[in-house]
């Protein structure tokens, strides 16, 4: 079983920067079974929203439209964590977000962090 565990959110204002980390762990073949990683967030009555995602080899990159031009992923040359700098933030962006594991036997993303509170204030 692989953990997930997020850092990096706060109050910040809009304008401003946060940079969230996420560490997985556990059983070395558990953390190797995963082949991307990932951002979402969940704005209160909204529903989940791809952020950005990152392979653990290669580290090619993918965005959604919310964090394009805005916001980097990067990973750790382990490719147990996994990085998102924000910058520019805006109210909108205010929400939890949470990292995510793509399992490679099941191409899904079947494993999720509890979540870290980002804050933007106008």
């Known amino acids: 079983q692989v953990q997930l565990v997020e850092s990096g959110g706060g109050l910040v204002q809009a304008g401003g920067s946060l940079r969230l980390s996420c560490t997985a762990s556990g059983r070395i073949n558990s953390i190797n079974s995963i082949s991307a990683m990932a951002w979402y967030r969940q704005a209160p009555g909204q529903e989940r929203e791809f952020v950005a995602a990152?392979?653990?080899?290669?580290?090619?990159?993918s965005y959604g439209d919310s964090a394009k031009g805005r916001w980097n992923i990067s990973r750790n040359k382990a490719g147990n964590a996994v990085f998102l700098q924000m910058n520019n933030l805006k109210p909108e962006d205010t929400a939890v977000y949470f990292c995510?594991?793509?399992?490679?036997?099941?191409?899904?993303?079947?494993?999720w962090g509890q979540g870290t509170q980002v804050t933007v204030s106008s």
């Open positions: 995510a594991g793509r399992e490679i036997r099941t191409g899904s993303y079947d494993h």
């Open positions: 990152i392979l653990r080899t290669g580290g090619t990159t």
